[in-house]
Structure formats: structure tokens, C-alpha cells
């Protein structure tokens, strides 16, 4: 999952819902990486997280980033052979 912001950003973290279905279906994030970039090609790993089987998911970085673009990248679920992530939320100051 990959955002783009209209300008570099300060970001210091984020939130993830999924429905209650999808998490008793064993599709919501268990663990993922953020990865972050200036110019949309070079993308960094920010910082690693394992969440919880909850619908409500929230993580603030250890130390804010500046970037143009954010990426999700969901590295293992609770077992189906689908992901799903209902609403991102990124926390930002400008």
C-alpha cells in the first residue's frame, strides 16, 4: 500500500483498521514494514512492526521521518490468502 503526499511531510506514525469479519477471517497485517522515499523510486525501511489480531492498529515511530511517498508493505497476515486494510490514517506535522 503506498501513499503519495503533494510535499515532503514529517510522519510520525500511523493507524490501521480492518473490519471485525476480516480479522476473524485471518486477513488483517500481522507483520509489515514501513518503507519511505523522497523522489518515489529509492524507498528506505523506516521501521518493522508486528500487530496485534485487533481491528484498531496503532504505531508511532521511534524517531520521525521526512518523505514525499509512504509505503505499507504487509509481510505475513493471520493465516487467509488475503490481506485487507480498510482505512489508513498517517500521523503528520508539516
Known sequence: LQVRFNQEVTISGFRILVNDKSVELGRSPKGITIEVSTDGNDFIEHE???????????????ETVT???????????YGDDFIEIDELEIYSDY
Do not use: I
Not at 496485534?52 to 515511530?61: E, H, L, M, T
Not at 518523505?67 to 497476515?77: P, Q, T
Open 67 to 77: 518523505a514525499k511517498y509512504l509505503r505499507v508493505r504487509v509481510n505475513s497476515n
Open 48 to 62: 518493522s512492526y508486528r500487530l496485534s489480531k485487533a481491528v484498531d492498529q496503532r504505531g508511532n515511530f521511534t
